[in-house]
C-alpha cells in the first residue's frame, strides 16, 4: 500500500545542532506539507513544496529549510535547533484534491 | 486577529446528543473549508470538506458554511464515545487550482460521556 512515513519518530539533540527530519511518501504526490502542532497553537505551517525544486515558506518557516530534488520526499532541516523548536513534527501530501494525508508526525526534544 | 479561530474547549457532551463544533475565519475571500479530527497522539485525518454555503451532509456528520457570516461548523448526531478527539478546522488559502495552503485552528478537543 501507498503511504507517508517520517523518521526518525523521536529526536533529542542538544542546542545549536542541525536536525534533519526525513518524509518519504509512494503515492507521486506533487504536493508535500511539513506542519508543527504545540499545545494551543494547532497545526502551523512550516515550508511546502508543489513540486520538484518547487519550494515555499509557510506561517513559521524561520530556522527551517527544505529542498525537494525529487517527488518523494521532502526533509525538514533545522539549521540550527533551539528550545522553541521541540515540538511534534508532520508532514503532509495531497494529490491536487481534498484530502491531505498525514504521516504519524516527528516528536522533537531540543534541550 | 487569528486567521482561523476555535474555542479550544474541552467540550463535553454526552453519549447520543449532538456535538455542535464551531469556526470562524478572517480571509472573505476563502473558498474551501475542511474538518480534520484528531485523535490523542494520532495524526490528523479529513473527515468533511465544504466548498458552497449550506448543509453538507455524511453519515452522522454535516459541514455548515456560512460565508457571509465567515463562519463554518460540524454537527455529529448520535454522537458515540468514538467521537471523542480534537477537531481541527482547516481553511484552504490558496488561490490556485489544486493547490492547498491550509491555515488551521487551534482545534477543539471533543468528549463524549457514556
Not at chain 1, 86 to 107: E, L, W
Not at chain 2, 4 to 16: A, K, R, Y
Request: hydrophobic share 30%; charged share 15%.
Amino acid at each position: 500500500d501507498a503511504e507517508i512515513t517520517q523518521s526518525p519518530r523521536h529526536k533529542i539533540t542538544e542546542t545549536g545542532r542541525q536536525v534533519t527530519l526525513a518524509c518519504h511518501q509512494t503515492w507521486n504526490h506533487n504536493n508535500m506539507f511539513w506542519y508543527r502542532q504545540d499545545l494551543g497553537h494547532g497545526l502551523r505551517l512550516i515550508h511546502y513544496s508543489y513540486g520538484v525544486h518547487d519550494t515555499n515558506k509557510g506561517e513559521v518557516s524561520d530556522g527551517y529549510s527544505v529542498s525537494r530534488s525529487n517527488t518523494e520526499d521532502l526533509p525538514l532541516t533545522l539549521e540550527s535547533a533551539a528550545s522553541s523548536q521541540t515540538s511534534v513534527y508532520f508532514c503532509a501530501s495531497n494529490d491536487g484534491g481534498n484530502i491531505q494525508y498525514f504521516g504519524a508526525g516527528t516528536r522533537l526534544s531540543v534541550l | 486577529q487569528k486567521e482561523v479561530e476555535q474555542n479550544s474547549g474541552p467540550l463535553s457532551v454526552p453519549e447520543g446528543a449532538i456535538a455542535s463544533l464551531n469556526c470562524t475565519y478572517s480571509d472573505r475571500g476563502s473558498q474551501s473549508f475542511f474538518w480534520y479530527r484528531q485523535y490523542s497522539g494520532k495524526s490528523p485525518e479529513l473527515i468533511m470538506f465544504i466548498y458552497s454555503n449550506g448543509d453538507k451532509e455524511d453519515g452522522r456528520f454535516t459541514a455548515q458554511l456560512n460565508k457571509a457570516s465567515q463562519y463554518v461548523s460540524l454537527l455529529i448526531r448520535d454522537s458515540q464515545p468514538s467521537d471523542s478527539a480534537t477537531y481541527l478546522c482547516a481553511v484552504n488559502l490558496a488561490g490556485i487550482q489544486g493547490a492547498q495552503k491550509l491555515v488551521f485552528g487551534q482545534g477543539t478537543r471533543l468528549t463524549i460521556n457514556p
